[in-house]
């Protein structure tokens, strides 16, 4: 499964971002796709995770609220809609996929198998 995402940029404190993830290759569900960022000097951290079949989400504390993942089944594309950006949102944004994920290990980064290339969210108070 490839994973390509896009959507970043720069945007001012307050503003909204709307992020894609399309996958392509080999897609068999059960399927859940998730993203993560990584800010500089940072690790990777979970943002937010979706089932491909049901639509169970799970977002970190500090986007919850702001931030909605939803997913396009027919045009094997997941979003992350970003509302209210702070500057502390400042990353690149990941997204990623796994066949075999079990649910209690959505926000760790190491039980997923498929990654995409990330996209650079730039905010600026």
């Known amino acids: 499964v490839q994973l390509q995402a896009s959507g970043g940029g720069l945007v001012q404190a307050g503003g909204s971002l709307r992020l894609s993830c399309a996958a392509s290759?080999?897609?068999?569900?059960?399927?859940?796709t998730g993203w993560f960022r990584q800010a500089p000097g940072k690790e990777r951290e979970f943002v937010a995770a979706?089932?491909?079949?049901?639509?169970?989400?799970r977002y970190a504390d500090s986007v919850k609220g702001r931030f909605t993942i939803s997913r396009d089944n027919a045009k094997n594309r997941v979003y992350l809609q970003m509302n209210s950006l702070k500057y502390e949102d400042t990353a690149v944004y990941y997204c990623?996929?796994?066949?075999?994920?079990?649910?209690?290990?959505?926000?760790?980064?190491?039980?997923?198998?498929?990654w995409g290339q990330g996209t650079q969210v730039t905010v600026s108070s």
């Open positions: 990623t996929g796994s066949m075999t994920i079990i649910w209690s290990n959505i926000a760790r980064a190491a039980s997923y198998e498929f």
């Open positions: 290759g080999r897609t068999v569900y059960p399927y859940t």
């Open positions: 979706i089932k491909w079949f049901g639509g169970n989400t």
